[in-house]
């Protein structure tokens, strides 16, 4: 599996994946005689709007089939409670409900609420689930997307902010205090559900495995003959597959990118990350790659870092021991990669990519 080869199916998809792991080794020769050698297996699955990639290594193909479909139900377990696009999940449900009354919470969904809040004052509001007026107002729920006008997104800006929310964690309630709240977990959800179709593995006893969600990712273990997973992360200019490399084992990994999903309006692109505070698409960074535990922690923080821009960022980043940042601002010709001092040694720019990126460690 290359990545050139990666690069171009991905190419067909509306939403590619934003890092990817660069599978370069080749399996050892089988001993004559032996058992075959471990090798990575890999299963691709549509899920959650978007694909998933499932490698496992194994000696024995089959016998890890099951184990990529458990992930593929997990997803699918998660998607249907957590979407924004059915009417038919959880989250629509409460969407429909919490406005008029105080409303019993399934406790997955509670878990990523909960989540969800308490990110929400570690970044002084940066993350915010109730922005979902202001996607759809974009049209990045649903379409069309479009550049609103000032008038539009002040009518809908007394409607967002997580103090709206009333979320009673030991009674698994839930209430907003406008009728008109809605939220959109789109920013977390994923990273929950690459943590469950984890913990899921990890029950099962697997131990060198990588689940990839487009752009959230969690490494068990190792590839066959090498020490650390090589995640390359995807160049927010697409020239190449990816500008950079992390080593990671039995970490999580998540990029968000406002070349995502955006709108290109009078020379201007608008992505889908939004500030809650001013509800305009944020400016000032172009790729935030978080590395954690889990899946769950990273993307609960790419979402905000991005929010915050670059030097407010690095600050959280460094602040919080709990996970590590890269952040890429955009420069004239030559972009500035910043990478958090604890991921030194890990992260490598690749030669191709080094006329187009400066690091800067902080
Ligand atoms: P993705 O992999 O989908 O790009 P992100 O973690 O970057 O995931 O989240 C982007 C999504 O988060 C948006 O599509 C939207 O649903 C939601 N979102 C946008 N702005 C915010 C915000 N300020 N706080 C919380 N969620 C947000
Ligand atoms: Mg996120």
Request: aromatic residues 8%; charged residues 20%; positive net charge.
């Amino acid at each position: 599996m290359t990545s050139p080869h990666r690069r171009r199916s991905a190419r067909t998809l509306a939403r590619v994946a934003a890092i990817l792991p660069v599978l370069a080794l080749l399996p050892a020769a089988a001993g004559r005689g032996a058992d075959p050698p471990p090798r990575s297996v890999a299963w691709s699955m549509r899920t959650m709007g978007t694909y998933a990639n499932v490698t496992i290594v194994t000696a024995d193909s089959a016998a890890a089939a099951p184990l990529a479909m458990l992930a593929q139900r997990t997803l699918a377990r998660v998607d249907s409670l957590m979407s924004n696009w059915t009417t038919t999940s959880e989250v629509a449900r409460l969407n429909r409900e919490a406005g008029a009354a105080t409303v019993r919470i399934q406790p997955e969904v509670a878990r990523v609420l909960d989540r969800s809040l308490s990110t929400w004052r570690a970044t002084g509001g940066a993350f915010d689930i109730t922005v979902e007026p202001l996607v759809r107002l974009w049209g990045f729920l649903g379409g069309p997307r479009r550049v609103p006008s000032a008038a539009e997104i002040d009518s809908v800006l007394p409607r967002v902010g997580a103090r709206h929310v009333q979320f009673d964690r030991s009674a698994g309630t839930l209430r907003y205090d406008r009728s008109d709240v809605r939220i959109d977990l789109g920013g977390i959800a994923k990273g929950y559900g690459v943590e469950a179709a984890a913990d899921s593995f990890a029950a099962h006893g697997v131990r060198d495995a990588l689940i990839d969600l487009s752009g959230n990712m969690h490494a068990f273990g190792h590839p066959p003959g090498a020490p650390y997973w090589r995640i390359g992360i995807r160049d927010p200019h697409d020239k190449l597959a990816y500008f950079a490399r992390l080593a990671l084992s039995n970490q999580s990994i998540s990029t968000s990118g406002q070349y995502e999903q955006f709108i290109a309006a009078d020379g201007r692109t608008y992505g889908h990350i939004l500030d809650p505070q001013t509800g305009w698409p944020v400016q000032g960074l172009i790729s935030v790659t978080v590395v954690a535990a889990s899946a769950f922690d990273t993307d609960a923080w790419d979402t905000p870092l991005f929010v915050m821009g670059p030097a407010r960022a690095r600050a959280l980043a460094k602040a919080n021991d709990s996970f590590g940042a890269i952040l890429v601002s955009p420069g004239a010709g030559v972009d500035t990669v910043w990478v958090e001092e604890a991921l030194r040694d890990r992260f490598e720019l690749i030669p191709e990519a080094q006329s187009r990126f400066v690091v800067r460690w902080f």
